[in-house]
T-cell receptor, first 114, second 111 residues
Framework: NAGVTQTPKFRILKIGQSMTLQCAQDMNHNYMYWYRQDPGMGLKLIYYSVGAGITDKGEVPNGYNVSRSTTEDFPLRLELAAPSQTSVYFC?????????????FGPGTRLLVL | DQQVKQNSPSLSVQEGRISILNCDYT??????FLWYKKYPAEGPTFLISISSIKDKNEDGRFTVFLNKSAKHLSLHIVPSQPGDSAVYFC??????????FGKGTRLHILP
């Protein structure tokens, strides 16, 4: 199993540009999550999904959108990039209800908005 | 309002000695606690967890202790090894579909 994969690994965006961060998992997990980690800070939840077609906001959803059309994929969309969105983005997945608290993370996408 | 607090941003420990990482929480509804380890340029990886019905869980060199009355947990690593140098995140769950992370503690294992 590849686990959780994320693309791209690194991206530079100009203010106002848009992009999609890709996330895929091959563990048949029903739950998927997007986090951002700013320097010196913990992970903050942006959006999460409990299954295909179902998404919900986390702690810091503003400026982002998500969709979940399949169990495997959970892309994160930035419509109008702002410098405040410079961060490292992590995607994670888990299987609820059994062991759902244990989330498996991808390697991250480092985003720089200039 | 931080629900999970790791008050030590960094910690240095001699190789072979015990490393103790601390974590405090404020939400009494948390019933499951986890520790994640993170190397640079990688995603966090699950290390060890503990349910609120227990006060200790051990896995090899790693032991987590939970003190519910003090709303405090700690991760003990013994003996500490060079590969343990990483950032450690404490996290907690209230049995819903989200977990809350602390800011992390960077552990340096000194030769």
């Amino acid at each position: 199993n590849a686990g959780v994969t994320q693309t791209p690994k690194f991206r530079i965006l100009k203010i106002g540009q848009s992009m999609t961060l890709q996330c895929a998992q091959d563990m048949n997990h029903n739950y998927m999550y997007w986090y951002r980690q700013d320097p010196g800070m913990g992970l903050k939840l942006i959006y999460y999904s409990v299954g295909a077609g179902i998404t919900d906001k986390g702690e810091v959803p503003n400026g982002y959108n998500v969709s979940r059309s399949t169990t495997e994929d959970f892309p994160l969309r930035l419509e109008l990039a702002a410098p405040s969105q410079t961060s490292v983005y992590f995607c994670a997945s888990s299987y609820w209800p059994s062991g759902g608290e244990t989330q498996y993370f991808g390697p991250g996408t480092r985003l720089l908005v200039l | 309002d931080q629900q999970v607090k790791q008050n030590s941003p960094s910690l240095s420990v001699q190789e072979g000695r015990i490393s103790i990482l601390n974590c405090d929480y404020t939400n009494s509804m948390f019933d499951y606690f986890l520790w994640y380890k993170k190397y640079p340029a990688e995603g966090p990886t699950f290390l060890i967890s503990i349910s609120s019905i227990k006060d200790k869980n051990e896995d090899g060199r790693f032991t987590v202790f939970l003190n519910k009355s003090a709303k405090h947990l700690s991760l003990h690593i013994v003996p500490s090894q060079p590969g343990d140098s990483a950032v450690y995140f404490c996290a907690a769950s209230a049995g819903d579909d989200k977990i809350i992370f602390g800011k992390g503690t960077r552990l340096h294992i000194l030769p």
